[in-house]
């Protein structure tokens, strides 16, 4: 009912900057609608964890090791959220997933998740 398309990923040194894009569409717009969103990533062997969320009235949740480095925002209209991430460590290093919280009916029916960009951070 809703696909996540993420972009943005790539290759930079310890310090630089990236920015990640995630535009999320809705094939019944009538039913569905977009609720909370967010940016996600797994590190080879590790679980998945929450990096930043937003909802939709902009109140924001960065993981402590995020923390005064990545910021993330959201455009409502354009129903796209965005994550510019400064600063960088190679400890950053994961494959970043892009998280939208689904509404049907102003219900939560679920939740859909990106196919996942690679940020690779060099030392």
């Known amino acids: 009912q809703v696909q996540l398309v993420e972009s943005g990923g790539g290759l930079v040194q310890a310090g630089g900057s990236l920015r990640l894009s995630c535009a999320a569409s809705?094939?019944?717009?009538?039913?569905?609608?977009?609720?909370?969103m967010g940016w996600y990533r797994q590190a080879p062997g590790n679980q998945r964890e929450l990096v930043a969320s937003?909802?939709?009235?902009?109140?924001?949740n960065y993981s402590d090791s995020v923390k005064g480095r990545f910021t993330i925002s959201r455009d409502n209209a354009k129903n796209m959220v965005y994550l510019q991430m400064n600063s960088l460590k190679p400890e950053d290093t994961a494959v970043y997933y892009c998280n939208a919280e689904i509404l049907r009916g102003g219900v939560v029916s679920g939740s859909s998740w990106g196919q996942g960009t690679q940020v690779t951070v060099s030392s």
């Open positions: 937003i909802t939709t009235r902009g109140r924001i």
């Open positions: 809705r094939a019944s717009r009538n039913i569905f609608s977009i609720n909370d």
